[in-house]
C-alpha cells in the first residue's frame, strides 16, 4: 500500500510463444524464468496482493507454490492474437476487488529488481501521473544510429532523448487501463533502468544474453 491506496501486482503468463516455446517456466540460471519475476512481485514493499495470470498448469503450479493467487486464464485470452488488456480486465473481474493501481510484471523481464517496482510505484503516485513504464537506452551509443532513406545512410537526427520501452515494468490506473488499453497514455512517466535490468526476452539468443548479464551483474 502507498498513502492508502492499493497496489496489484500481475504477472501474464501464457502457456503459447510463438519463438521460444515454454520459456516462462524454462530453466533461467537453474529456475523457472517467472521464478526471478515473482523474486521482484514478492520482494516489493508496496504491493498489496500479487497474482498471475496463466493458461500454463506449470507456470500456476510455481506461483501457488509461493503463496501466489492464480487466476486461470481462458483459452481465449490465451492465443497468439489475445490482448493483454482483455486479460488485464478478465483478472481484474475474478480478483473483484478495487485497486488503485496495477503493476504489470511479464516474466521475459527476469532482471528487474523489486527496487524497480516500487520506485516506479511511487514515482506514479507522488506524480499522480496516469502511467508509468520502464525504458532503456538503446544497446548501441547514440552515436552509431543513422537514419535510412532509400537504403542511404543518412545523419542521425535528433536522437538525445532516444529510449526504448522495455516491457520490464508498467504502472497504470485500473480505469484508465480499461478504457485505453494503453499505459503509454498521453503524460505517462518514464521510470529509467540500465539495459542489463530491462532486457526482455524473446528468443533463444536473448535468453541466453540474459544469463550472461545476470553473471555478469554486480
Known amino acids: 500500500m502507498i498513502d492508502g491506496a492499493r497496489a496489484l501486482g500481475l504477472i501474464p503468463a501464457r502457456a503459447g510463444s510463438e519463438r521460444l516455446r515454454g520459456k516462462n517456466t524454462r530453466l533461467f540460471a537453474d529456475r523457472p524464468l517467472i521464478d526471478w519475476t515473482l523474486d521482484a512481485a514478492l520482494g516489493s514493499g508496496l504491493l498489496d496482493a500479487v497474482a498471475v495470470t496463466t493458461d500454463d498448469p506449470d507456470a500456476a503450479a510455481l506461483a501457488a507454490a509461493r503463496g501466489v493467487t492464480v487466476i486461470d486464464r481462458p483459452a481465449e485470452l490465451a492465443g497468439p492474437d489475445a490482448s493483454i488488456y482483455d486479460a488485464i480486465a478478465h483478472a481484474l473481474g475474478v480478483l473483484g476487488a478495487d485497486w488503485d493501481y496495477l503493476v504489470l510484471l511479464q516474466p521475459t523481464s527476469p532482471l528487474r529488481?523489486?527496487?524497480?517496482?516500487?520506485?516506479?510505484?511511487?514515482?506514479?503516485?507522488?506524480?499522480?501521473?496516469?502511467?508509468?513504464?520502464?525504458?532503456?537506452?538503446?544497446?548501441?551509443?547514440?552515436?552509431?544510429?543513422?537514419?535510412?532513406?532509400?537504403?542511404?545512410?543518412?545523419?542521425?537526427?535528433?536522437?538525445?532523448?532516444?529510449?526504448?520501452?522495455?516491457?520490464?515494468?508498467?504502472?497504470?490506473?485500473?480505469?484508465?487501463?480499461?478504457?485505453?488499453?494503453?499505459?503509454?497514455v498521453p503524460g505517462a512517466l518514464a521510470w529509467p533502468m540500465p539495459v542489463e535490468r530491462g532486457w526482455d526476452i524473446d528468443t533463444a539468443p536473448e535468453f541466453a544474453a540474459a544469463e550472461t548479464l545476470l553473471a555478469t551483474r554486480p
Open 113 to 184: 529488481m523489486a527496487a524497480d517496482v516500487d520506485g516506479a510505484l511511487t514515482l506514479c503516485h507522488a506524480r499522480s501521473a496516469p502511467a508509468v513504464v520502464g525504458v532503456s537506452p538503446p544497446l548501441k551509443p547514440l552515436a552509431f544510429h543513422r537514419r535510412l532513406s532509400g537504403g542511404v545512410i543518412g545523419p542521425a537526427g535528433d536522437l538525445d532523448d532516444l529510449v526504448a520501452i522495455n516491457g520490464a515494468i508498467y504502472v497504470g490506473r485500473p480505469d484508465r487501463l480499461l478504457t485505453d488499453r494503453r499505459f503509454d
